[in-house]
């Protein structure tokens, strides 16, 4: 019970975190691919150091590999899709996880709980509402949508990984493997605008949230985590509109007041 209690706890912070990614990524220039190594990098440095520290380093295997590539996809895909849509509406497309991880935990044995069947519909309802007024077809959408499809894989295979390896080990591949392969493109393209905005990018929406994201997962059903980390769409609204003036209609008031009740659905043990 404690376990559950503290996992959805630390998926749910990790989500607020992450949620203020468009601030850092608003204020540095570069392409997707740029600011997602300059994400990576910097966070991998902070993540190394502590590995250092407590002597913990990943032995490489199919199900860290895994995680890591569709951890790349979904952070690249998701940046895209900020830099091209509404910061909320990004958020959204991300966190239509949910819809793509049930009938894959179902798959891998979870009994799917009732609450989760409210939980999940009255979630992905809030979503629709807060996405409505935005609908439009675009390279952002598509950006979107993909970095959703993605991030359900991230969270099934999170939860596998946790079975093997620590938080800590885990991040350090994801951000490891992530630095290495857009290290070539940076030295050709990348440049680095302000590091201060990049030490921040690497802290506070990503070395924190990586970890407590992976030390979470361990302990909450695959299926209730998602819905857990529909914090993030939220508070990046709320982040929309205080920080960049995106101006939420009434419909997504009442989509955003939905999510808060799924959310609390799926956090009540």
């Not at 629709?128 to 077809?137: D, K, R, S, V």
Request: charged residues 10%.
């Amino acid at each position: 019970m404690r376990h559950g209690f503290l996992g959805g706890t630390a998926v749910a912070t990790s989500a607020l975190l992450m949620s203020t990614v468009s601030i850092f990524v608003r204020n540095l220039e570069g392409d997707a691919l740029t600011i997602t190594f300059l994400r990576f990098s910097s966070a991998f440095l902070i993540i190394a150091f502590l590995c250092l520290l407590n002597k913990e380093i990943p032995k490489i295997d199919r199900t860290l590999f895994s995680l890591a590539v569709f951890n790349l996809l979904t952070v690249v895909s998701y940046i895209s899709a900020i830099q091209n849509l509404e910061v909320a509406t990004a958020a959204l497309l991300l966190y239509m996880a949910p819809v793509y991880v049930i009938p894959l935990s179902i798959l891998m044995g979870e009994k799917v709980e009732a609450k989760t069947l409210v939980a999940v519909p009255l979630g992905i309802g809030g979503l629709y509402l807060m996405l409505t007024p935005y609908a439009q077809i675009n390279f952002g959408l598509v950006f979107g949508i993909f970095s959703g499809i993605s991030y359900a894989l991230v969270f099934i295979l999170s939860k596998e990984a946790r079975k093997y390896h620590s938080p800590l080990q885990i991040t350090f591949l994801n951000l490891g493997f992530g630095s290495l392969v857009l290290f070539p493109y940076f030295l050709l393209f990348g440049s680095i605008s302000s590091i201060w905005w990049v030490v921040g990018l690497g802290t506070i929406p990503t070395a924190i949230p990586f970890t407590l994201f992976a030390y979470g997962i361990k302990y909450v059903k695959v299926q209730r985590a998602p819905i857990l980390a529909l914090v993030e769409p939220l508070s990046a609204s709320i982040i929309g509109y205080m920080y960049f003036g995106e101006v939420l209609a009434v419909k997504q008031v009442i989509g955003a007041a939905m999510i808060l009740v799924s959310v609390f659905i799926a956090w009540r043990e």
